[in-house]
């Protein structure tokens, strides 16, 4: 099972403020993905990133895709309260398919 | 509609019962999981099949038992329930296992064994 590292594990800002979310491994990836999860629900994907180095945009959000395809970042621009929920990224492996594996999930509070 | 729909939402049982949680995707996806997501949110894959068949059977007790009676369908029943076999479990589905496709996942079982 290739680990995935999430950090920080809980994060809580106030609104307006900027965070970023990181998401570390030892074992490359043939692609990641980022969920949000909000309570009571289940994960539901934001992004997928495929190509080491990649950047991509959602709003307010921007992904990473390290070079080596080995880490990943999410930053949130000037947060808001409906950003708060459960970030999880997820690794494919690298030699074959399924997406399967999680981190333990960066829990985010934004306050009023 | 809803894409990816799992029954009971709440269950709570005692110890040594025997339970089932169904599962159905009307995306018409190939490939359907089971995850467990236990108190501290950690997400872990249980099993995945494809087309009915199983493909992934993680380190799971064999008192875990899925069934895919076609592809739109995966059940998981439990035997003799235990205490730590408390959590949320979510069903999922993606159009085939292949590495990069979205994981539509259901609103989650919440299992509280007593």
């Known amino acids: 099972t290739q680990l995935l590292e999430q950090s920080p594990q809980f994060l809580s800002i106030q609104e307006g403020e900027n965070l970023t979310v990181y998401c570390n491994s030892s074992?490359?990836?043939?692609?990641l993905q980022w969920y949000r999860q909000e309570p009571g629900e289940g994960p539901v994907l934001l992004v997928t990133?495929?190509?080491?180095?990649e950047v991509k945009k959602l709003k307010r959000l921007t992904f990473q895709f390290g070079d080596a395809r080995k880490d990943s970042s999410l930053h949130i621009t000037a947060a808001q309260t409906g950003d708060t929920g459960l970030y999880l990224c997820?690794?494919?492996?690298?030699?074959?398919?399924?997406?399967?594996?999680f981190g333990k999930g960066t829990s985010l509070l934004v306050t009023p | 509609d809803t894409a990816v729909s799992q029954t009971p939402k709440y269950l709570v049982t005692q110890m040594g019962n025997d339970k089932s949680i169904k599962c159905e995707q009307n995306?018409?996806?190939?490939?359907m999981y089971w995850y467990k997501q236990d108190s501290k949110k950690f997400l872990k894959i249980m099993f995945s099949?494809?087309?009915?068949?199983?493909?992934i059977n993680e380190t799971v007790p064999n008192r875990f038992s899925p069934k895919s009676p076609d592809k739109a369908h995966l059940n998981l029943h439990i035997n003799s329930l235990e205490l730590g076999d408390s959590a949320v479990y979510f069903c999922?589905?993606?159009?085939?296992?292949?590495?990069?496709?979205?994981?539509?996942f259901g609103e989650g079982s919440w299992l509280t064994v007593v």
């Open positions: 074992s490359v990836f043939s692609s």
């Open positions: 999922a589905s993606s159009q085939d296992g292949g590495s990069g496709n979205t994981i539509y």
């Open positions: 990133v495929v190509t080491g180095g």
């Open positions: 995306l018409g996806h190939d490939t």
């Open positions: 099949y494809n087309n009915k068949e199983l493909i």
């Open positions: 997820a690794g494919g492996p690298s030699n074959s398919g399924y997406a399967l594996n």
